[in-house]
């Protein structure tokens, strides 16, 4: 007989076939069951506790994922998909999570019977196919422009969000934030860039529902000298810059030597010129407000102070740009080359406000802005991040529906309705592949499913009769209403959801449900390469000596 040959070394561990199958597919089931209940308006929140210590309360799919700390590799690319989901459309992050559970939940009954993961991904590719395509069939167009039904809409994503209790309000901040800062690129296409040009301001205090969207900017900011400087300006001339306005050290060590004592005074008073120089040439376009990015020396603040010129120090490079964008000026980088046209005139008043403890300098009343904040108030920290989280996922649904206006059904009827299509077609598909399409299709009823878990409702009942309208495939619209549990058509109740929301949920959960199946073979243990020598046994704790403290070794990263 053989010896037994050793290929991997022993620290490796290494697990292959069905077994891995199976445990990819409990680990992507329990990350599902965790997000579960947090789907639908019924939804449950998740309080979280990060390594800091901070206390994080959420029912946004993404939120949650993004703090859990997991060992299982494929758990772990299940946190992926929701990230992905949240970059790419901002909603849906819970669906795509348990869709994807699903769909390898409904796998293992093929892996048990020794199906191949290639076959039942085939299958699954071409489900994806005809699912997208029932969307498009599905899919009604609407305008933009109408405000009632943009409303209805970013009502319907925020509805499972913890804010619903608000009613309308964060659905207006978040379509109003995203009408100000939306650009037309032309051929009909519109391009609104949220992080960049929304800003969300939360100051703790207040109720929420002294939150709105400011027709411009603030800034966490009082002016430089707050008694003589003006904290109220109507119509102000703004200058944006982004260079220091105080004397300028050498760029190297530099040692002047001075003969004379008078030296010492021509020194001073060449300094001083310097900065007057500075302040003359922006003094010369009679702004009412200087903002610059870097640093204002007493100096220029006595000379701008004399010319009742308010002035802003030390901004963030974000927020100035959101300044030059909301009141149309252009940030300057060198006081000798301002022009009339760098000014910006689209404010209609400057003030400075306290707010709680805080004091903030508000830009607004601009002509056309197209940079915006939105300042949330409410009772805690806690209750504001979430809102934010909330107004964030609102804003990308607004910005979805601007970039594509299609709407599909909410409330569990889309996905109904895909189910229902599929099932018909799965008697058409040829071969072995049918069983798995003819399990994709009933993997989708999971979302309506867990919305009627989540309303405690009659569950079976419910699926039975939601399936029975479906089969027939008289209304693609009747749906679950998530507040009730009751069936409705969801045209009526006005629960809708993004086509590209749905439509790349869809994507990304069959994509990752393939991938999770193809992996048959999971090698964990694999060590970094280390130091010759540094493997054998725990080695005596080595004591430095002074000697050795310049010889330490430098191992190649």
């Given at each position: 007989?053989?010896?037994?040959v050793?290929?991997?070394k022993d620290?490796?561990?290494r697990?292959?076939?069905?077994?891995?199958?199976?445990?990819n597919?409990?680990?992507?089931?329990?990350?599902?069951?965790?997000?579960?209940?947090t789907?639908g308006?019924?939804?449950?929140?998740?309080?979280?506790?990060?390594a800091?210590?901070?206390?994080?309360?959420?029912?946004?799919?993404?939120?949650?994922l993004?703090?859990?700390?997991?060992?299982?590799?494929?758990?772990?690319?299940?946190?992926?998909?929701s990230?992905?989901?949240?970059?790419e459309?901002?909603?849906?992050?819970?669906?795509?999570?348990v869709?994807?559970?699903e769909?390898?939940?409904?796998a293992?009954?093929?892996?048990?019977?020794?199906?191949?993961?290639?076959?039942i991904?085939?299958?699954?590719?071409?489900?994806?196919?005809?699912?997208?395509a029932v969307?498009?069939?599905?899919?009604?167009?609407?305008?933009?422009?109408?405000?009632?039904?943009?409303?209805?809409l970013?009502?319907?994503?925020?509805?499972?969000?913890?804010?619903?209790?608000?009613?309308d309000?964060i659905?207006?901040l978040?379509?109003?934030?995203?009408?100000t800062v939306g650009?037309d690129l032309g051929q009909?296409?519109r391009?609104v860039?949220?992080?960049?040009?929304?800003?969300?301001?939360?100051?703790?205090?207040?109720?929420?529902?002294?939150?709105?969207?400011?027709?411009?900017?603030?800034?966490?900011?009082?002016?430089?000298?707050?008694g003589?400087?003006?904290r109220k300006?109507?119509?102000?001339?703004i200058?944006?810059?982004?260079?220091?306005l105080?004397y300028?050290?050498?760029?190297?060590?530099?040692?002047?030597?001075?003969?004379?004592?008078?030296?010492?005074?021509v020194?001073?008073?060449?300094e001083?010129?310097?900065?007057?120089?500075l302040?003359?040439?922006?003094?010369k376009?009679?702004?009412?407000l200087?903002?610059?990015?870097?640093?204002?020396?007493?100096?220029a603040?006595?000379?701008f102070?004399?010319?009742?010129?308010?002035?802003?120090?030390?901004?963030?490079k974000?927020d100035n740009?959101?300044?030059?964008?909301a009141?149309g000026?252009?940030?300057?980088?060198?006081?000798d080359?301002?022009?009339?046209?760098?000014?910006?005139?689209?404010?209609g008043l400057?003030?400075?406000?306290k707010?709680?403890?805080?004091?903030?300098?508000?830009?607004?009343?601009?002509?056309?802005?197209?940079?915006?904040?939105?300042?949330?108030?409410?009772?805690?920290?806690?209750l504001?991040?979430?809102?934010?989280?909330?107004?964030?996922?609102?804003?990308?649904?607004?910005?979805?529906?601007?970039?594509?206006?299609?709407?599909?059904?909410?409330?569990?009827?889309?996905?109904?309705?895909?189910?229902?299509?599929?099932?018909?077609?799965s008697?058409?598909v040829?071969g072995?592949?049918k069983?798995?399409?003819?399990?994709?299709?009933?993997a989708?009823?999971?979302?309506?499913r867990t919305?009627?878990q989540?309303?405690?409702?009659?569950?079976?009942?419910?699926?039975?009769?939601?399936?029975?309208?479906?089969?027939?495939?008289?209304?693609?619209?009747?749906?679950?209403?998530?507040?009730?549990g009751a069936?409705?058509?969801?045209?009526?109740?006005?629960?809708?959801?993004?086509?590209?929301?749905?439509?790349?949920?869809?994507?990304?959960?069959?994509?990752a449900?393939?991938?999770?199946?193809?992996?048959?073979?999971?090698?964990?243990?694999?060590?970094?390469k280390q130091?010759?020598?540094?493997?054998?046994?725990?080695?005596k704790?080595?004591?430095?000596t002074?000697?050795?403290?310049?010889?330490?070794?430098?191992?190649?990263?």
């Amino acid at each position: 007989m053989h010896a037994p040959v050793l290929v991997l070394k022993d620290s490796l561990k290494r697990e292959s076939g069905a077994k891995v199958h199976h445990a990819n597919i409990q680990a992507s089931k329990a990350v599902a069951d965790i997000i579960r209940t947090t789907l639908g308006p019924r939804s449950m929140l998740k309080m979280l506790l990060d390594a800091s210590g901070g206390i994080v309360v959420t029912n946004d799919g993404n939120a949650i994922l993004r703090e859990l700390d997991l060992a299982h590799p494929a758990a772990k690319s299940m946190i992926e998909l929701s990230r992905t989901q949240d970059e790419e459309v901002g909603d849906g992050t819970t669906s795509v999570i348990v869709l994807a559970g699903e769909m390898l939940h409904v796998a293992e009954a093929f892996i048990d019977k020794n199906y191949h993961p290639t076959v039942i991904c085939r299958a699954y590719n071409k489900a994806l196919e005809d699912a997208i395509a029932v969307l498009d069939k599905i899919a009604m167009p609407i305008d933009v422009k109408d405000h009632s039904t943009m409303l209805g809409l970013v009502k319907s994503c925020i509805g499972t969000k913890f804010t619903s209790q608000f009613g309308d309000l964060i659905a207006d901040l978040a379509i109003d934030a995203t009408a100000t800062v939306g650009v037309d690129l032309g051929q009909g296409l519109r391009e609104v860039d949220i992080k960049k040009y929304i800003k969300v301001e939360k100051v703790p205090g207040g109720q929420l529902e002294d939150s709105k969207v400011l027709k411009g900017v603030m800034i966490n900011k009082d002016v430089v000298a707050p008694g003589k400087m003006r904290r109220k300006i109507v119509n102000p001339r703004i200058i944006l810059l982004d260079c220091p306005l105080e004397y300028k050290k050498g760029e190297n060590q530099t040692n002047a030597e001075l003969v004379k004592e008078e030296d010492w005074a021509v020194l001073l008073k060449m300094e001083e010129e310097y900065i007057e120089n500075l302040c003359a040439q922006i003094l010369k376009f009679k702004p009412d407000l200087v903002v610059t990015e870097k640093g204002l020396s007493d100096l220029a603040c006595h000379y701008f102070s004399k010319a009742g010129v308010s002035a802003i120090r030390r901004l963030r490079k974000t927020d100035n740009n959101r300044i030059a964008k909301a009141c149309g000026a252009v940030i300057v980088n060198r006081p000798d080359e301002l022009q009339e046209s760098d000014v910006g005139t689209g404010a209609g008043l400057f003030e400075v406000k306290k707010i709680g403890d805080e004091f903030f300098a508000f830009i607004v009343d601009c002509k056309d802005p197209k940079a915006c904040t939105v300042l949330l108030r409410g009772a805690s920290k806690d209750l504001l991040n979430e809102v934010e989280r909330n107004l964030q996922d609102a804003m990308s649904v607004a910005r979805n529906i601007i970039k594509n206006p299609k709407l599909v059904p909410g409330g569990g009827a889309t996905e109904l309705t895909v189910s229902a299509t599929l099932k018909q077609k799965s008697s058409s598909v040829e071969g072995i592949e049918k069983w798995p399409y003819e399990a994709a299709a009933i993997a989708f009823e999971a979302i309506p499913r867990t919305l009627a878990q989540n309303c405690g409702v009659n569950v079976i009942r419910t699926m039975t009769a939601l399936q029975g309208k479906h089969a027939n495939g008289e209304n693609a619209w009747v749906g679950i209403d998530g507040n009730t549990g009751a069936i409705a058509d969801m045209q009526e109740r006005k629960i809708w959801d993004a086509y590209n929301v749905k439509a790349q949920t869809f994507k990304t959960a069959i994509e990752a449900a393939c991938m999770l199946l193809r992996i048959d073979d999971i090698v964990s243990g694999i060590k970094k390469k280390q130091a010759p020598g540094a493997g054998q046994g725990p080695s005596k704790p080595k004591v430095e000596t002074e000697a050795d403290a310049d010889g330490e070794q430098i191992l190649p990263d």
